[in-house]
């Protein structure tokens, strides 16, 4: 960080826009709202058709056909305005405690899936240390780990939920335990990674000092496994995400954006279901950057380049 | 090639008068745009190589050899001035297939097999498939790598994967050869045997070569003519005509002629300012 | 002076005063006690070992010898001297871990047959004694073991021990659901799943056809196929290339799965829901692998194509392809699994009466939990063959890889 830094930044700002992926990516954007609207007319046109038949309205304009297309009930696609207008009466319009809030489902949601993000790094980070250190770990445990990844997981899901339920514990614990399930896999490889991580030359010149397992752990392998365990916090906190709706599936959890997108699948209620996709689609975004805005302040405080 | 012998009586000096010269360089000029501080790499130069000639470019890092190479390569575009590569653009001589590059590195292709690596450009040419092999295990068998063809790049040693990747500039059979630093990476007892080597496939051939170096008793070892270079910006500083012979032996680099040689590098490198600091 | 080998020591003593701990309605007679006692003097066995090698103990990390190895070694190792041959230290470790496992094996046999004569609940005190003995026996086992295969590149170890370790917790999970009666509904033993898994074959058969034929199988090749082809076609038009690439590296953070009720309302209930989930499950992460992967050539290796003037076309086929290998294969992996869990939870949100999600779902509300556990087996199988299948491919095409090359 030398003083040129400030100004490097401002004679670059125009040419990031046009060389980084601001621009591409707001064209990319653009190009599938128009897709969205225009997949919104296609799939709901027929519908639409068939009820002015039934209403015996034989005439109809292009441009009626279009905004009725936008403006249905349960359509088949609803368009994109159509869940803004969604999210707007669930999210701001609602007080956030209530049923009908989607802050106050996501909040369930979010709430699980980060005690199970707590729990399932822990895990990871223990095993990924055993496993480093003891090599009986490595060669029996370890196969096991990267065979679990194989394992479709998630279908575990709905037995936790009910066997845990049948035994009293209902609401945040057993979906934050899919959520740990699911973390800890990630966490374990990248941090067995990032503490091999290390050259021979820096583990032989600690050596040298004659340092002991402990002093070799928290002033070498522990500082260079940092930036392996964030790369990894990142899959696992979205997978955490994923673990805890999947847990609101299987018994018709009350709350949870899980549960949102089951009752809007068993009443045709589309546009609440791509609303739920939508909060889903945001805690799981922040989520991650959160993880990421974590790893530049630590990096930053560690010296690292940022 | 330690065998040969057949080649020797320099077939160079036949071609010289009629045909154009391999590389022909007026007042060249090279500036990279970066940013709001553009880098002049090279300036003004002026260069001009024979037919079967073995020219080296030596200059400290930074002198813009490398980049004068890829200039005549068509891997770089000059900013001004003239460029003539076998009396063509560039451009032009690179869609002729008109020379053989050989990198800093092998870039050879880890998943194919080393005679495979030697048939690439063949393949890309479109060349039959029969044609392509035999050209191949001749080419291999020319840097003594015959009975290799089967392995992978990976299970051999860096100097082997090096004349691996001279046989595949040289299995097309261009006229023009452009070396940039190939023994750089390799330490100094492999690099003066494939020195040697490549001086005898030199001979032999009747090849132009044009070679990227930065070690002097290299450059003065190899080279018929040596042209110096210096930094900031990348210029012609001197260049030499060597009067060696033409057969060459690793024990005349103690020899009070190629000690003079050297000494001439030497000086044009300080005149450059190349000593000033490292 | 050996330092003696504590956690044998301490087998052994355990070992030995479970023998004289209640048992609750079992005793130690017959089988059980030969076996155990074999198990035992197999620990003892391993214990003096160091004796045997001279104070060279088969479980050591190779590295700095402790000071015992300052002390004269055995008469019989003293004529060869340090420079001794490999075979004999070899030997050893692979009798010390042989000596283990069957001691460990012995003293599971052991201990089941206790139980199923009688010995169970908490009452049964030298059960759970033994059980911790022969827990620190197995240990020594898998480390011997593992000490063998760094000494000696051995295939058969690296199965070998996961699959020890793995039949040691079935063993343990199977020895608690029975030893303390644990309902069924909570954790069947593992025999009783295999048992449900054997007789519940033409079910769990439909199911497998249902959600892994039907609907994985199509919308995993047409998901990575058109990632692929996307991320080929964008190849050629930078802009589109960085704007897709942090679109797809977003998307894939994403809860996907979610889409699955508004894929059932569009597709209906069958395969082709599924199957449509499943396709935009993997469509991302291929896209995004593709596009990293066309970007992985080196950029002398690019050069080189250049000066060869390699048409488009030619430097894709020839180099770029060929060097994007390893990504697209990742995201073949990933995807496997990807798709297994979209296919099964898609499921969750109606089905017509098959597939595993269908057959998870129904038989957790009927409370079969053995039938969900067999399922779950099955799903594991399929989700590690297909996960195997792949990788197997990605041996055999990207050998040249550094993670994968043999240098001979």
């Not at chain 3, 004999?88 to 003293?107: C, Q, T, V």
């Amino acid at each position: 960080m030398t003083t040129r830094e400030p100004a490097a930044k401002s004679r670059t700002w125009q040419a990031r826009l046009a060389g980084g992926s601001a621009l591409p990516m707001l064209a990319v954007l653009l190009a599938l709202l128009v897709l969205w609207y225009a997949g919104t007319v296609w799939l709901n046109a027929p519908l639409v058709i068939d009820r002015y038949e039934r209403a015996g309205q034989a005439e109809w304009t292009a441009g009626q056909l279009v905004a009725d297309t936008m403006a249905m009930d349960r359509p088949l696609l609803p368009a994109p305005h159509q869940i803004l207008a969604e999210l707007d009466k669930t999210v701001f319009e609602v007080a956030p405690n209530s049923r009908r809030s989607l802050v106050y489902h996501g909040w369930v949601t979010l709430s699980s899936a980060l005690l199970g993000f707590a729990f399932g790094t822990l895990l990871g980070i223990v095993l990924a240390v055993g496993i480093v250190h003891l090599r009986t770990l490595e060669r029996s445990l370890l196969p096991w780990i990267i065979a679990s990844q194989t394992v479709p997981i998630l279908a575990i899901a709905p037995m936790i939920i009910v066997v845990l339920g049948s035994l009293g514990f209902v609401g945040l614990v057993p979906k934050a335990i899919i959520s740990a399930y699911l973390c800890f896999f990630p966490v374990t490889i990248g941090m067995v990674k990032g503490l091999t991580s290390p050259d021979p030359i820096h583990l032989d010149l600690v050596r040298t000092y004659s340092a002991s397992t402990g002093q070799v752990f928290w002033k070498l392998r522990w500082p260079s496994s940092v930036v392996y365990l964030f790369a990894s916090l990142k899959v696992a906190v979205a997978l955490a995400i994923v673990g805890a709706i999947v847990g609101e599936l299987p018994t018709g959890a009350q709350a949870g954006l899980g549960a949102r997108l089951l009752s809007g699948s068993y009443y045709g209620q589309t546009v609440q279901i791509w609303a739920a996709l939508v909060v889903a689609a945001v805690v799981a975004g922040l989520s991650v950057a959160a993880v990421g805005l974590a790893e530049r302040l630590t990096l930053e405080r560690m010296g690292g380049r940022p | 090639m330690v065998d040969v012998i057949d080649g020797k009586a320099q077939p160079v000096t036949q071609a010289r008068a009629s045909a154009p010269p391999a590389v022909e360089i007026r007042g060249l000029n090279l500036v990279f745009d970066a940013g709001d501080a553009p880098v002049t790499a090279l300036a003004d130069v002026d260069l001009s190589v024979a037919r079967g000639d073995f020219v080296s470019l030596i200059g400290p890092s930074g002198c813009g050899k490398t980049t004068l190479l890829r200039v005549m390569a068509d891997l770089e575009r000059a900013s001004s001035g003239t460029v003539r590569v076998n009396g063509v653009s560039p451009e032009a001589a690179r869609l002729a297939r008109a020379y053989g590059y050989v990198f800093q590195a092998p870039a050879l292709y880890a998943w194919r097999s080393v005679l495979r690596n030697v048939t690439l450009p063949l393949e890309i040419m479109g060349l039959p498939r029969a044609e392509r092999q035999e050209r191949a295990r001749r080419v291999l068998d020319l840097v003594n790598l015959g009975g290799f063809e089967g392995k992978f790049p990976w299970q051999l040693s860096g100097g082997m994967q090096q004349r691996v990747s001279i046989a595949r500039a040289l299995s097309f059979d261009p006229a023009l050869l452009l070396m940039d630093e190939p023994f750089g990476a390799l330490d100094e007892i492999i690099r003066d045997h494939l020195n040697e080597q490549l001086l005898r496939l030199w001979q032999r051939t009747g090849k132009t070569v044009i070679f990227v170096t930065h070690s002097i008793p290299e450059a003065v070892f190899l080279s018929t003519r040596i042209v110096v270079m210096s930094p900031r910006p990348g210029r012609i500083i001197d260049i030499i005509d060597s009067d060696l012979p033409a057969e060459r032996t690793l024990d005349m680099r103690e020899s009070a002629a190629f000690t003079a040689i050297a000494h001439r590098v030497r000086a044009g490198l300080k005149a450059g300012h190349s000593y000033d600091d490292a | 002076m050996t330092r003696p080998d504590l956690v044998l020591l301490l087998a052994l003593l355990l070992g030995l005063a479970a023998l004289a701990l209640p048992l609750g309605d079992a005793h130690w007679t017959g089988w059980p006690l030969v076996l155990w006692l074999l198990a035992l003097a197999c620990a003892a066995a391993l214990l003096f070992a160091p004796l045997r090698h001279g104070g060279r103990r088969g479980g050591v990390i190779p590295g700095p010898r402790p000071s015992g190895s300052g002390t004269p070694p055995h008469p019989t190792s003293a004529p060869l001297g340090r420079g001794e041959g490999l075979a004999s230290p070899i030997a050893a470790a692979a009798m010390d871990a042989a000596l283990a496992l069957a001691g460990s094996l012995a003293g599971a046999a052991a201990l089941y047959l206790l139980l199923v004569s009688g010995a169970a609940g908490i009452a049964a005190s030298g059960l759970w004694i033994g059980l911790l003995a022969l827990a620190l026996l197995v240990w020594r086992a898998l480390e011997r073991g593992a000490a063998l295969a760094s000494r000696r590149k051995l295939p058969v170890l690296d199965i070998a021990l996961p699959l020890l370790f793995g039949l040691w917790l079935l063993y343990l999970w199977q020895l608690f659901a029975e030893g303390f009666e644990i309902p069924v509904v909570l954790l069947p033993p593992p025999a009783r799943i295999a048992a449900v898994l054997v007789t519940s074959l033409p079910v769990l058969g439909e199911d497998f056809v249902q959600t892994f034929v039907k609907s994985m199988v199509p919308g995993y090749v047409i998901g990575c196929g058109a990632g692929f082809l996307t991320g080929v076609l964008v190849d050629r038009v930078p802009f589109l290339q960085r704007g897709l690439l942090p679109i797809g590296n977003l998307v894939s953070a994403l809860p996907i799965v979610g889409i699955a009720p508004i894929m059932v309302m569009w597709f209906g209930f069958d395969w082709p829901s599924k199957a449509a989930v499943v396709v935009i499950m993997t469509f991302f992460p291929m896209l995004v692998s593709t596009i990293a992967g066309l970007g992985a050539l080196g950029r002398i290796e690019r050069d080189l194509m250049r000066t060869y003037a390699a048409s488009y076309g030619q430097t894709l086929r020839f180099a770029r392809l060929q060097a994007a290998l390893p990504f697209l294969f990742t995201a073949l992996k990933v995807n496997s699994t990807l798709a297994l869990i979209g296919a099964i939870v898609a499921e969750f949100f109606g089905t017509p009466i098959m597939g595993m999600g269908f057959r998870i779902s129904a038989s957790v509300g009927r409370m079969d939990i053995p039938l969900v556990w067999a399922t779950i087996a099955m799903a594991a199988l399929t989700g590690s063959a297909a996960y195997g299948g792949i990788a197997l491919l990605e041996r055999r095409l990207t050998f040249w890889h550094p993670s994968l090359r043999k240098v001979s």
